[in-house]
């Protein structure tokens, strides 16, 4: 009767380390994806500014290019007026009424020169008046894109140093509790870990499936499970199976979560 209940403890005690260690490889996985995510992130954003700024440029070079219509437009309707006083004085000359014809036809052809250049240039104005009220949006929200950027890099930068810190004392507290494993199980662990790819080893068992399976475990493997007599590994996922209640009470006592309350 002795022996069972050493057999017993010993059990739960080897889940209780090896779920401690889960939770501890857990969080320095994410601590490592995220660090590797960060150039992804900001190399995202960096292009997203990059796509915004050519926007910007290329609506710039059409104000310029409409402004320099605009100006060849206004130059057409001067050349035009100075034609029309040159006509008008050439009429004090005429000599007969062909050449009068002539002036005169030369007049409004030039008069009808400057209506379509007038109207052309209200046309480009509008169009200058539109693209930089335009102009002026797109640069306010470029403008809040960088300072974005520029506050995200300090935040992720601040996150880096905080996580740097914790995955020191999180390897440390792995290698404490990979210690206090049994060599065959701590390979066994690290074999599934290696093997699976959200690297969960020892996956807690709710409503009657391993977390992150949706294949349910047997009534009678489950009735096992809380009885907490020996280690079982779920059939399906090959990941070490651990009670829901007990899984819990070591989340509470984790050290991954009490960092997590104090960073909040």
């Keep these: 009767m002795g022996n069972k209940i050493q057999e017993v403890v010993t059990v739960v005690d080897k889940l209780r380390v090896l779920y401690n260690l ?22 995202s954003l960096e292009e997203e500014l990059d796509q915004m700024k050519k926007k910007l440029e290329h609506l710039q070079e059409d104000i310029l290019s409409l402004k320099q219509n605009l100006d060849k437009r206004n130059k057409e309707v001067k050349s035009s007026e100075i034609l029309i006083k040159k006509y008008e004085k050439q009429k004090d000359n005429v000599r007969n009424n062909k050449e009068l014809y002539a002036l005169d036809k030369e007049i409004d052809y030039q008069k009808l020169e400057i209506q379509l250049s007038k109207k052309r240039i209200q046309e480009i104005n509008l169009n200058i008046q539109k ?22 890099k300090k935040e992720l930068n601040q996150i880096l140093l905080e996580n740097e810190k914790e995955e020191k004392i999180l390897l440390e507290k792995s290698n404490f509790f990979s210690k206090k494993v049994d060599n065959n199980l701590l390979k066994t662990y690290q074999k599934i870990r290696n093997g699976v790819k959200n690297g969960v080893a020892v996956a807690p068992v709710q409503r009657g499936a391993p977390l992150g399976s949706y294949l349910a475990i047997t009534p009678q493997k489950y009735s096992e499970l809380i009885q907490r007599k020996k ?34």
Aim: no cysteine; hydrophobic share 35%; charged share 45%.
């Design 231 to 264: 280690l079982l590994i779920d059939e399906h996922s090959g990941r070490i199976l651990i009670d829901a209640e007990l899984a819990e009470e070591e989340k509470k006592k984790s050290f991954v979560f009490s960092s997590k309350k104090k960073k909040k």
């Design 131 to 152: 693209n930089k009220e335009i102009l002026e949006k797109k640069e306010e929200v470029f403008k809040n894109k960088k300072e974005h950027l520029f506050h995200k």
């Design 22 to 43: 889960q939770l501890i490889d857990s969080r320095i996985d994410e601590i490592q994806n995220f660090r590797i995510n960060i150039p992804i992130e900001l190399s």
